[in-house]
Nanobody
Framework: QAQLVEFGGGLVQTGGSLTLSCLGA????????MGWFRQGPGKEREFVAA????????YYRSSVKGRFTISRDNAKNTMYLQMNNLMSEDTGIYYC????????????WGQGTQVTVSS
């Protein structure tokens, strides 16, 4: 069964940095495009960043450009989100997701990891 699990969430002060990891299992990771989403308090889940299966195509929502970096290491079945200069608006539950290259929507989702930006 396909499985995604996020690591690295926690509490960080405004302006700080945090790195999230997403580990994939089930033999699907390298064949899938990957993405990060988040859901802030009282908000809908929103797109954060995405990376194609070989890492050659990368996309970010405008509010995180220049601050967040998405990457992946297929040999480790892992995707990362390096978050710098964090703001209170970045607070939320962060989810990693996977979709087939030919699909228009994401098929698999992790359980989420909480990121809280304080002060």
């Amino acid at each position: 069964q396909a499985q995604l699990v996020e690591f690295g969430g926690g509490l960080v002060q405004t302006g700080g940095s945090l790195t999230l990891s997403c580990l994939g299992a089930g033999g699907f990771f390298s064949a899938y495009d990957m993405g990060w989403f988040r859901q802030g308090p009282g908000k809908e889940r929103e797109f954060v960043a995405a990376i194609s299966r070989y890492g050659d195509d990368i996309y970010y929502r405008s509010s995180v450009k220049g601050r967040f970096t998405i990457s992946r290491d297929n040999a480790k079945n892992t995707m990362y989100l390096q978050m710098n200069n964090l703001m209170s608006e970045d607070t939320g539950i962060y989810y990693c997701a996977a979709k087939k290259r030919s699909a228009s929507s994401y098929d698999y989702w992790g359980q989420g990891t909480q990121v809280t930006v304080s002060s």
